[in-house]
């Protein structure tokens, strides 16, 4: 599963289940948690951004390491997230 040029999700999510609403909120109260969770993603990849970059590149390409440190780097977007968590409960 990734995101591709259109942002959508692609590839294979036959596997996945759909969410309950709770699980839903759930999901968003976690990421929106005062921002907690967005500081404890930046903290990680000051402490280990190069590391997660550089074996990204090896493993799967230099598009790969930068969409890693787009998503590592950039804050979270609640509303992107709510998106992506409708579209798949609408697989």
């Not at 390491?65 to 590592?72: M, P, V």
């Not at 992506?84 to 609408?90: D, I, K, P, R, Y």
Request: glycine residues 8%; proline residues 1%.
């Amino acid at each position: 599963m990734y995101f591709g040029d259109n942002r959508r999700m692609s590839g294979d999510i036959s596997q996945l289940q759909r969410l309950t609403d709770e699980q839903v909120q759930s999901r968003l109260r976690a990421y929106a948690d005062g921002g907690r969770f967005q500081e404890a993603l930046r903290w990680l990849w000051d402490q280990a951004g190069d590391i997660i970059e550089e074996t990204s590149a090896k493993h799967f390409g230099d598009a790969v390491a930068k969409l890693n440190r787009e998503h590592f780097t950039k804050p979270v977007n609640l509303q992107k997230l709510a998106e992506v968590l409708a579209e798949l409960n609408g697989m």
